[in-house]
Nanobody
């Protein structure tokens, strides 16, 4: 059974940093992609950053580009989202999601939530001004 567990959210002041973690288990393949998505109250869910373990391709939304880094630690089966220079508009519930099988850049650069099959429960990020 595939499971994704997010952690690392919390309350931080504007300009601060957080590192979100997505611990994965139950994967039966080394080919997969992980996406980080967020949803603020009253807003649609949006793709923040996606990464493929198949070919290393990554994507970051324009709204976070230059402020976030996505990375995979295969030894720990964990994907990280390092977020710096946080802004109040980054406040949202952050979810990680997985798509198993070979995933190339065509899917990763889209970072579309409907292309991911397994989801974590989410972690709240609140940035105060």
């Amino acid at each position: 059974e595939v499971q994704l567990v997010e952690s690392g959210g919390g309350l931080v002041q504007a300009g601060g940093s957080l590192r979100l973690s997505c611990a994965a288990s139950g994967f039966t393949t080394d080919d997969y992609a992980i996406g980080w998505f967020r949803q603020a109250p009253g807003e649609e869910r949006e793709g923040v950053s996606c990464i493929s373990n198949s070919d290393g391709s990554t994507y970051s939304a324009d709204s976070v580009k230059g402020r976030i880094t996505i990375s995979i630690n295969n030894a720990k089966n964990t994907v990280y989202l390092q977020m710096n220079s946080l802004k109040p508009e980054d406040t949202a519930v952050y979810y990680c999601a997985a798509r198993l099988g070979f995933v190339g850049s065509t899917v990763v650069v889209g970072c579309r939530d409907y292309e991911y099959d397994y989801w974590g429960q989410g972690t709240q990020v609140t940035v105060s001004s």
